[in-house]
């Protein structure tokens, strides 16, 4: 059995795990929730074989590098990363609501590889590429990513439940970056199943995603899209609550939730400074005698080490408590994807990822 | 006085952490606008984007007006600058103003508190243990030493009780101020880069010296203090792709005309000298002939030793001990062949070097063809002897990043720093814990009250394993 057959495993476990501990979360039954472990756990240890087999296959290959160094891998790295996080949260609170509000992020990240047409092959590295600083720090970007996908997934729970009016700034934000998310998921569903009927091109990310409805030739298609976008916006924000009423079936407190966000961003701002910042100058400095250099990339990690620097102090004036530092948290992911696809997508920069 | 008022207003101004959180806030989104707008590139491309986003007719003014207010070089500006200057003093003024009140919790020395205080605070615990107070003293005893604490003993409310307390870094409070330190440091060193500094390139053919580099901004020449030579270049590929694997340089430094230094240079290793860096960033083929070029052959003629020789284009050379004499006709850096079989370089760079032969014999045979360095096929010869193009010399160049940066020591240093800084602010904490022992005829009460400033489920855990050994 090759990598890919077992990261195709992983991949389907996911989507299917995301369902399940959807359905757990509906219907509160338990074992559907053991289910959905079991099938994430499983999922989980498929993709640890594939990792491992791929860093082995390119050995054979000649090439003989960590798996950790194109958009495909990085990508692959941190919904492992994220899955284990989860999973380690599950077990260490015994609870599996977190489940169906952290798989889907997983199920996006997979989701964007497979039908953005990423390149999945073990490509041998230019030599700017060859370096351990570059290795540690890809590798810690994605650790604390993963943190930060965590405390995203928290803090939107925590604006479920904290949330009563639909006039409120953080009922709004929830609703409209949730349906946002979702929204994301179902076009790149409908990409995916466009183009894998259609047979796949091998073309730039630029040229695949949401073709299938917001970006289809067909102009009508393209507006239908955004109409159902925004009705389904709308949808949420009106039926919001109902999200609100099956959570609160779960007995999850407001303080349990607010110091799991601050805990996993604890522990996610010291990786991300070090491994994302720091290394990633050493690497610059010793590739390109700069170590700073304000290109998009740098720039954008800049920016979401702000947000969280910004949360932190928050913490410590009178009234940033609750909605406000769980928004902070969102927006501090929000950052994190667009520093991360949102750069490669829209802007262009030195980094090599974007050109994948 | 009026003007103590002022110094004492603009001093409290910047205590503030709200500040603190404004300038944060500003630094992120002001940096958001550098990286639509595309800095220190060329009026055209911002022309572009521009007129895509305001159409043509505003394109003009509003890419003046982005001038202007130093949008397209921003983070060079006088305002960026400005919020910096603005966020190293929140920074600095914050801490000086904050530390004595650290500084006095630090030091404040651990006492012994009331009975009745137990219960007030966030971890507690009671247990019993049999035996005698002593018996229970060394069990507590041996539990703080467990949790990495040297303990104090308070034993002035009575004969049956005693109490114990202890503590442990205290001293990490101050990790936030270490953090906040760092910034600075690296700023300095950033500021300290930018003055001091230098930043060039190079260009250097094979084989050529030179005393000068080139500035980035001005492409004036820098003089360097001493010489940098090229001694080769080459590049090596992944099998038989274009894909570089990896390039180097062969650099000698050369001072009063004695070579003082010799190193090869790649991505991601190079040269240091005399606090200039010389950094492998880009190498080309030179575009006008370089007289001193050279071809390097090896020759083996059929049966017999090989030799090696080098010579130019347009020279000739035998193989010895055989009628044949060769003469190289052309030198392409990428040699492809098109529909018509007719040949060309595909590439600038030095992807397929090969070189074309024309061989003669006394007797006027002739034979020609193309020796490719990739391909060892096409070095045998018909008559069987054998011609391997090894290498060329002096026809390509290696683009040097060069760098004096007097700072990046300093910025080193405060990354070390924050780093610390980080991991004792985070992952460390200062705990405190009492531990009251009153016993009560054959088994001692034991009540713990603890406290740590971060992360106490972890302390209450470790507590609690601690402790729970106790009872059996
Ligand atoms: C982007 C730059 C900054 C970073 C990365 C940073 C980092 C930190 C960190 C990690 C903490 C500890 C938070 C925690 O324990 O949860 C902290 C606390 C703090 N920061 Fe900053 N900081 C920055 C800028 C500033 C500035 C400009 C000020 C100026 C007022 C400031 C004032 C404070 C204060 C007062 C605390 C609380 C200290 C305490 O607990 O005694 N910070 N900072």
């Known amino acids: 059995m090759g990598s890919p057959m077992l990261f195709g495993i992983a991949e389907v476990g996911y989507f299917v795990a995301m369902m399940v501990y959807i359905g757990y979360f509906m219907f509160k039954n338990k074992s559907v929730g053991i289910t959905a472990t079991a099938l994430a756990a499983g999922a989980f240890l498929s993709q640890t074989a594939a990792l491992i087999l791929r860093w082995v296959e390119s050995y054979g290959m000649g090439i003989g590098r960590a798996p950790l160094t194109n958009l495909y891998e990085s990508l692959i790295f941190f919904v492992w990363c994220l899955m284990l996080g989860y999973l380690i949260i599950e077990f260490k609170y015994k609870n599996r609501t977190f489940g169906a509000f952290v798989t889907p992020l997983a199920g996006l990240a997979l989701g964007f590889i497979d039908l953005t047409g990423i390149s999945k092959e073990i490509e041998p590295l230019v030599p700017a590429l060859q370096s351990n600083w570059l290795l540690a720090h890809v590798t810690m970007s994605f650790i604390a990513y993963a943190a930060f996908a965590l405390a995203f997934a928290t803090g939107m729970l925590y604006l479920v439940l904290s949330t009563e009016k639909r006039s409120e700034s953080s009922y709004i934000f929830w609703t409209v970056a949730g349906s946002v998310f979702f929204i994301v998921l179902a076009a790149m569903g409908a990409d995916y199943i466009k183009f894998k009927v259609i047979g796949t091109s091998q073309e730039l990310i630029k040229g695949f995603l949401f073709k299938a409805t917001f970006r289809n030739e067909s102009g009508f298609i393209a507006l239908l899209s955004f109409v159902a976008a925004f009705a389904l916006m709308f949808f949420v924000w009106r039926y919001g609550y109902v999200l609100k009423r099956m959570v609160q079936t779960f007995n999850i407190t407001l303080d349990f939730l607010e110091d799991l966000n601050y805990k996993v961003i604890a522990v996610g701002f010291p990786i991300f400074t070090l491994g994302g910042l720091i290394f990633g100058a050493i690497w610059a400095d010793q590739a390109w005698g700069v170590y700073w250099s304000w290109d998009p990339k740098e720039t954008w990690s800049l920016i979401s080490w702000l947000v969280y620097a910004f949360y932190l102090h928050a913490r410590f004036l009178r009234g940033w408590r609750g909605n406000k530092i769980a928004v902070l948290s969102s927006i501090g992911f929000i950052t994190v994807i667009f520093t991360y696809l949102g750069v490669n997508l829209f802007l262009s920069g030195l980094h090599s990822y974007g050109e994948a | ?472």
């Open chain 2, 1 to 472: 006085m009026a003007d103590k008022n002022i110094v004492d207003k603009i001093w409290k101004f910047f205590t503030s952490v709200k500040l603190a959180v404004v300038i944060i806030a500003v630094i992120a989104l002001s940096s958001m606008i550098g990286t639509v707008i595309e800095q220190d590139s060329s009026p055209e491309k911002n022309l572009k984007l521009f007129t895509k986003i305001f159409g043509p007719a505003n394109a003009q003014t509003v890419y003046k007006s982005a001038v202007a207010l130093g949008l397209t070089d921003m983070y060079h500006s006088w305002w960026f600058t400005s919020i910096l200057i603005c966020f190293s003093a929140n920074l600095i003024i914050c801490s000086i103003d904050k530390l004595p009140h650290i500084k006095r919790i630090v030091d404040e020395p651990l006492k012994p508190i009331d009975a009745k205080d137990f219960d007030n605070y966030g971890i507690k615990k009671e247990l019993s243990v049999d035996g005698s107070i002593e018996d229970a003293k060394t069990l507590v005893l041996a539990a703080i030493k467990k949790l990495g604490m040297t303990p104090n003993a308070s034993d002035n409310s009575g004969p049956n009780t005693i109490q114990f307390y202890a503590h442990k870094g205290r001293r990490t409070r101050y990790a936030v101020y270490v953090i906040h330190f760092s910034i600075i440091i690296i700023l300095i060193g950033a500021v300290i880069g930018n003055t001091l500094g230098f930043s060039g390139y190079l260009i250097l053919p094979e084989g050529e010296t030179s005393a000068v580099a080139y500035s980035r901004q001005s492409e004036k020449e820098h003089p360097l203090g001493f010489s940098i030579r090229c001694d080769d270049f080459s590049t090596s590929f992944y099998g038989l792709s274009d894909m570089p694997k990896d390039y180097a340089s062969w650099l000698s430094v050369i001072e009063d005309g004695k070579t003082v230094l010799k190193k090869t240079i790649g991505v991601n290793s190079p040269l240091k000298y005399k606090g200039y860096t010389f950094y492998q960033s880009s190498y080309g083929v030179v575009p006008q002939k370089n007289t001193r070029s050279l071809i390097i052959l090896n020759v083996t003629p059929k049966g017999g030793k090989t030799e090696q020789i080098s010579l130019g284009v347009g020279e000739s050379f035998k193989i010895p001990g055989t009628k044949f004499s060769g003469r190289l006709i052309a030198f392409t850096p990428a040699l492809a062949f098109d529909k018509n079989e007719r040949p060309y370089s595909y590439t600038e760079n030095m992807n397929n070097p090969a070189v074309y032969i024309e061989l003669t014999s006394e007797d006027n045979d002739k034979y020609s063809g193309w020796l490719v360095k990739r391909y060892p096929q096409t070095w045998d010869l018909p008559d069987g002897s054998k011609v391997e193009l090894v290498d060329n010399w002096g026809y390509q160049y290696t683009g040097l990043q060069v760098r004096k940066d007097p700072g990046v020591l300093l910025v080193y240093a405060g990354c070390l720093f924050m780093t610390i800084g980080l991991y004792c602010a985070f992952f460390l904490s200062h705990k405190k814990i009492w531990v009251l022992l009153q016993s009560e005829k054959t088994k001692v009460n034991i009540k713990i009250a603890a406290f740590a400033n971060k992360n106490k489920t972890g302390y209450e855990g470790v507590i609690n394993s601690v402790f729970n050994r106790l009872t059996h």
